[in-house]
């Protein structure tokens, strides 16, 4: 089993940039996909980004293309999602999980999900 703990989330003004980390331990999470989804309050959790666990590929929701980036360290064993250009629509609470496949999105999909973090974003 692995376990992720995702930080730093905070407020920011729209334009601003933020990059949250993943971490995770347990299980050799260097083979594993790992995903980022968020869920803005009152709407269902929707997919953000995904890397494969060599870092070599990576997919991208359409409303964040060119403005997030997704990254990772295996010896670190760590991920990140580099925010920028946030916008107001961006706020919401922001996961990583695990995934089986980059070929998914669904949130159903993945599993071993972290606490959570909260981004803002204000006029």
């Known amino acids: 089993q692995v376990q992720l703990v995702e930080s730093g989330g905070g407020s920011v003004q729209a334009g601003g940039s933020l990059r949250l980390s993943c971490v995770a331990s347990?299980?050799?999470?260097?083979?594993?996909?790992i995903g980022w989804f968020r869920q803005a309050p009152g709407k269902e959790r929707e997919f953000v980004a995904s890397?494969?666990?060599?870092?070599?590929?990576?997919y991208y929701a359409d409303s964040v293309m060119g403005r997030f980036t997704i990254s990772r360290d295996n010896a670190k064993n760590t991920m990140y999602l580099q925010m920028n250009s946030l916008q107001l629509e961006d706020a919401a609470v922001y996961y990583c999980?695990?995934?089986?496949?980059?070929?998914?999105?669904?949130?159903?999909?993945?599993?071993?999900w972290g606490q959570g973090t909260q981004v803002t974003v204000s006029s």
């Open positions: 347990g299980r050799a999470s260097s083979t594993l996909v």
């Open positions: 890397i494969s666990w060599t870092g070599s590929t990576k």
């Open positions: 999980a695990v995934g089986t496949s980059l070929l998914r999105r669904r949130p159903q999909d993945f599993g071993s």
